[in-house]
Structures are given as structure tokens and as C-alpha cells.
T-cell receptor, first 111, second 111 residues
Framework: DAKTTQPPSMDCAEGRAANLPCNHS???????VYWYRQIHSQGPQYIIH???NNETNEMASLIITEDRKSSTLILPHATLRDTAVYYC????????????FGGGTRVLVKP | NAGVTQTPKFRILKIGQSMTLQCAQD?????MYWYRQDPGMGLKLIYY???????DKGEVPNGYNVSRSTTEDFPLRLELAAPSQTSVYFC??????????FGSGTRLTVV
């Protein structure tokens, strides 16, 4: 699976949009971009994933650049409960394929 | 629909003791995984299974064993506990369409 690069930490103001970048310059054509988050001491939680088109769900939006070498997770209106470590992972979407977690971005939402 | 259930939530073991961490899922997922997370670090894959009767090693399998006799259950066995196995253990299951679902974790301390 391709490696990803994320900033180690970032702060965000409550109520504002949080834009989390991820670089995956060696991504292959059949690898998806996944985002998970881990709120303190809990198991990771799936947020969103995409291949090349932008995706949106009730939690977030995922913007993937045209060359697919980077992406941005957008939390449209950050709340204090969004404080967590966010993981960007790229992998082939196939049965049983394993998730490999990097260091992630530690996001602190401030009032 | 309980998702992924892990027991116990907390455990203290003495060096050399053994124990089994239980994991059960009720989503009929074929794929199940065990991860460990040391303080301040990312998750590392211990073992995984792509179906009943099939298991394989992950990144850090030494000191652990698993079995998968049913689709629902995927227990993790520690035979001779060592201080290096002090960690938080997460079990997960997955489907292609919905990503991974993680349990709430087992916090293990070996003294």
C-alpha cells in the first residue's frame, strides 16, 4: 500500500471548517483514500473514503486532487467532539485487505 | 446490532501468566483483525483472518496466537505475558462496502 504524509498536529476553532491535508504521491490507480479518526482511548472510527471523485457524507467531505497525489478531509463545522487523531490511509479496496496506520494528525478543536 | 464486542475492558496480568482476549461481531463479516496500540503510537496489526478456519500473521505476531472457529468470534491468546505486551488491544471486522468497525478496546497491563 502507498505511504501517506500528514502534519502531526493542527488546531481548529470551534464552528469553523477544519481542512486536513494528506499527501500520497505514490498512490496506485486502484488504491482508495480512506479516512479514520480516533477519539481519545476509543477504537478508530471510519469517516469516509474515495477513489478519484470528491465524496461527501454526514460527517465530512473528501477532496481528491485530479492527479490523486493528495487529498483533503473537510470537517465543515468543527465541534469540540471532533478533537481526535485523524488517519489518512490508502489501500486497494479488496476483500480482507489490511489497514496500515501511520502517525495521523492530532486535531485540537478550541472554543 | 452490537457491532464488535471486546471483553474484558481492563486486565492486569503478572509476568508469565496467560489470558485470552475475546472479540465477537454480529455483522456477519468474514474479515477480522487484531491491533495493538502502545501509548502515543499508531495501531499495529497483530493477526488477521479472512474467514472461519483461516488466520495469518500481521506486523507484530510474536507472543500471540489466534483461532477462528466461527465467523463471529476471533479470540487472541497471550501465553506467557511480558511487560512489552502492555498495550491497548483493538479488534475489528470489515466488509468491502462499509470499511472497518472497531471494538472499544482492551487495556492490558503486565506487571
Amino acid at each position: 500500500d502507498a505511504k501517506t504524509t500528514q502534519p502531526p498536529s493542527m488546531d481548529c476553532a470551534e464552528g469553523r471548517a477544519a481542512n486536513l491535508p494528506c499527501n500520497h504521491s505514490t498512490i496506485s490507480g486502484n488504491e482508495y483514500v480512506y479516512w479514520y479518526r480516533q477519539i481519545h482511548s476509543q477504537g478508530p472510527q471510519y469517516i469516509i473514503h474515495g477513489l478519484k471523485n470528491n465524496e461527501t457524507n454526514e460527517m465530512a467531505s473528501l477532496i481528491i486532487t485530479e492527479d490523486r497525489k493528495s487529498s483533503t478531509l473537510i470537517l465543515p463545522h468543527a465541534t469540540l467532539r471532533d478533537t481526535a487523531v485523524y488517519y489518512c490511509i490508502v489501500r486497494v479496496e479488496a476483500a480482507g485487505n489490511k489497514l496500515t496506520f501511520g502517525g495521523g494528525t492530532r486535531v485540537l478543536v478550541k472554543p | 446490532n452490537a457491532g464488535v464486542t471486546q471483553t474484558p475492558k481492563f486486565r492486569i496480568l503478572k509476568i508469565g501468566q496467560s489470558m485470552t482476549l475475546q472479540c465477537a461481531q454480529d455483522m456477519n463479516h468474514n474479515y477480522m483483525y487484531w491491533y495493538r496500540q502502545d501509548p502515543g503510537m499508531g495501531l499495529k496489526l497483530i493477526y488477521y483472518s479472512v474467514g472461519a478456519g483461516i488466520t495469518d500473521k500481521g506486523e507484530v505476531p510474536n507472543g500471540y496466537n489466534v483461532s477462528r472457529s466461527t465467523t463471529e468470534d476471533f479470540p487472541l491468546r497471550l501465553e506467557l505475558a511480558a511487560p512489552s505486551q502492555t498495550s491497548v488491544y483493538f479488534c475489528a471486522s470489515s466488509s468491502i462496502a462499509l470499511g472497518y468497525t472497531f471494538g472499544s478496546g482492551t487495556r492490558l497491563t503486565v506487571v
